[in-house]
């Protein structure tokens, strides 16, 4: 695992498109398992007006998005449909149809009505979306976000490393850390994640934290060995992992 550590947030967001958009050069085919979260959007904001200079940036370039939340509507002003919309997708050429989002919504038709079961929707979505990256040629970049309990993507404390994409529940910690763009009382239960395994077949990885929020995780990320009741020290069996943090962030 090898660390950058920053001076702050914009550092942070600098380092992280300048990877993104060289392993891009490098790679104009490039497969991208991408994130959400409040910490990418420096690095989205960079990567878009570097792009605006740049013909064609994202022409052959297929993104993957780490999770969704079950049962939101993609025009929802909390789903990452929206997020990714908004600080990518719309400003970038990347071609529709390879820019793929997990579809919290498998199994119910745009008015909402039952098509299959859930369970058996969205059970059908996670396969499918596997067989996507497969067929897309698998991941070539993941970039991740950490959440304060370690988690990345979705996978909460307590997920088995071989996990692939599949629903799960968010733990209260996770759903009050994303509660911003929710109703009181409305915030997501599920969210549909690529699982453990699925990020450790990326080719490489990035780690973005910043912010003394993410002090502590950052230490456990360092420190431990791999652990299931800290979903990212799986990284630590990975052969590419790069982490870049803000001293914040690196403080411990
Ligand atoms: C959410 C996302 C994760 C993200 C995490 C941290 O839970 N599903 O992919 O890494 O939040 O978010 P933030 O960057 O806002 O701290």
Redesign the pocket.
Known sequence: MKWEIVADYEALSDRAAQNLLSSIRQNPQLVLGL??????QGMYARVVAECARLYHCFRDVSTFN??EYVGIAPEHPGSYHTYMRRHLLDHVDVQPERAHIPDGRAGLTGHGALILSPDEGLRQECTRYEGAIADAGGLGLTI?????NG????NEPGTPFDSRTRVVNLTES?RR??ADLFPEGQVPRQ?V?MGIATILSSLSIIV?ASGW??RDAVARLRELEPDPSFPASALRLHPDVTVIADRAAAAL
């Open positions: 994130p959400t979260g409040r910490t990418p780490l999770d991740l976000g950490l959440g304060t988690h990345i993507g979705f996770t850390a994303n969210a994640t973005l929020k993410k």
